[in-house]
């Protein structure tokens, strides 16, 4: 199916299907110093037991870009049980898509064995009734396997035997003319993995190539699809999406998509209102996520998730608050709310969700700092991300610029001036009455 679509849009000629473009060593400029010694390491292994080894994917996708690859995936016909048999370090993990990882320490080399044709009948291959693949485990050959892939950048093997870059989808020629191509109909590809739509995004915008309107254009129909994706991997799709450098782009292109409110609806209903800087915060939120993967720092998905959130919390609190409850016990509950919901739909790990939290709570901690209040909130270990949440906050607009300013001053001072800010801020003060409050005002 795929490769008669091909054949009709002229992506293929017969001549191709038959032999792929094979690009010399010579002539590509993959140099195996820029592959990690790992990946190496496997491939050459595999090859020595007899079996074909490539790299494939992002790893040859990136160098030949002139980037630095994150990984390096591995493409082999060794079955996953004969990749298990060569290697003791190795681990088989996955039903739906049945894979190898290799282990070296903490550096894990993917190896994924050939996909074979569709063989609809088969145990080992499935579809769900709006044909999304549910389980892919039909093994083949390195000529099979280009049609299962998704773009034809991400199509091309680097085969260790001589070198040489072997292309079936002229995947070569669309990185060298900067075009993002999906292998096959986009429609098609989209309702087989709905995922597919988000990598769209998140390459075009890594590597800095425009989303063409033929992949473009079915996401509007098709977006609600990704409800039917696993939270599990929505979340892992979304963490790439953040750490890939251009998340700020990203996120204008999931906007510009109108792909946004499939993945995170409250934050896009936020993204309506003028009460909060929505999105203003995400804006720079996301643009100090690229600086900091460009300076190689570490990037806290907890602040990123804090951030996406935030508004969407302080908005559903003023429900709360309007039917009587203090503002902290209306965001207390807006807080379970909104995880409860967001999680459904993109799941994450405990230490981040309590991370996002703790950033949440001490946004309102942060503003009662009389008596030993302050110096214990500076000790808490989330202090740090929460500091820098106000920050942000402030910049963006929210009342809270003279809160961020007392913190970075106290930060900064030292214990006798510290003593003095204290002191300035007059004694404890009693307890108010809960009273009504119209969000937002500044909090202090
Ligand atoms: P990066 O690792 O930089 O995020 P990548 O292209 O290597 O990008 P991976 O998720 O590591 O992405 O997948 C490796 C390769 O496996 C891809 O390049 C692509 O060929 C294939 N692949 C991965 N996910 C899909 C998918 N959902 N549909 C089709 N092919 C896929
Ligand atoms: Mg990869």
């Not at 040859?60 to 082999?76: E, I, S």
């Not at 998704?150 to 040489?164: H, R």
């Not at 602040?303 to 969407?312: K, N």
């Amino acid at each position: 199916m795929i490769r008669a679509f091909l054949k009709k849009v002229g992506l293929l000629s017969d001549n191709q299907e038959q032999s792929p473009l094979i690009i010399p060593r010579k002539k590509h400029g993959i140099s195996r110093k820029d592959i990690s010694e790992n990946a190496l390491k496997v491939l050459y292994r595999l090859n020595k037991h007899g079996y074909g080894a490539y790299l494939v994917g992002g790893g040859v996708r990136d160098l030949l870009l002139g980037l630095h690859p994150k990984d390096f995936d591995v493409a082999t016909d060794a079955t996953p049980d004969e990749v298990r048999r060569i290697f003791k370090n190795c681990r088989l993990i996955g039903r739906r898509f049945r894979l190898a990882h290799v282990y070296f320490g903490h550096d894990i080399v993917e190896v994924a064995t050939f996909r074979g044709k569709d063989q609809t009948s088969n145990e080992a291959l499935a579809h769900s009734e709006k044909g999304m693949i549910l389980r892919d485990n039909v093994y083949g050959t390195i000529k099979e396997d280009v049609w299962r892939r998704d773009f034809t950048i991400n199509a091309l093997y680097y085969n260790i035997k001589d070198f040489s870059v072997v292309d079936y989808v002229g995947g070569y020629a669309d990185l060298k003319a900067k075009k993002l191509r999906i292998i096959g109909s986009p429609k098609e590809r989209y309702r087989e993995d709905p995922v597919r739509m988000l990598r769209a995004i998140r390459f075009a915008c890594k590597v800095g190539f425009e989303i063409p309107k033929e992949l473009s254009a079915p996401m509007k129909e098709l977006k609600e699809l990704i409800s039917h994706v696993s939270s599990a991997r929505l979340f892992e799709e979304m963490m790439k999406m953040f750490h890939s450098g251009a998340a700020k782009l990203a996120y204008e292109n999931l906007l510009q998509q109108d792909l946004f409110d499939a993945l995170f609806p409250a934050t896009a209903k936020a993204l309506g209102q003028t009460t909060y800087p929505t999105h203003a915060l995400l804006t720079t939120v996301f643009e100090n996520t690229d600086k900091r993967i460009k300076e190689h720092k570490t990037v806290t998905p907890a602040f990123i998730v804090a951030a996406l959130l935030w508004h969407p919390i302080c908005l559903h609190a003023q429900k709360y608050v309007d039917e009587g409850m203090t503002v902290y016990m209306a965001r207390m509950k807006a807080i379970e709310d909104m995880l409860r919901e967001q999680i459904k739909l993109i799941s994450m790990p405990k230490r981040i969700v309590q991370g996002a939290r703790d950033i949440w709570l001490l946004q309102m901690r942060l503003g009662k700092r009389q008596g030993k209040r302050a110096l214990q909130l500076i000790a808490e270990p989330r202090f740090r991300a929460a500091f820098d949440f106000l920050e942000v906050r402030a910049h963006c607009g929210e009342p809270v610029k003279d809160l961020a300013t007392w913190w970075k001053t106290f930060i900064d001072a030292n214990e006798e001036q510290r003593r003095i800010m204290i002191k300035a801020l007059g004694g404890k003060k009693t307890r108010r009455k809960p009273k009504r409050k119209k969000a937002p005002q500044e909090e202090s």
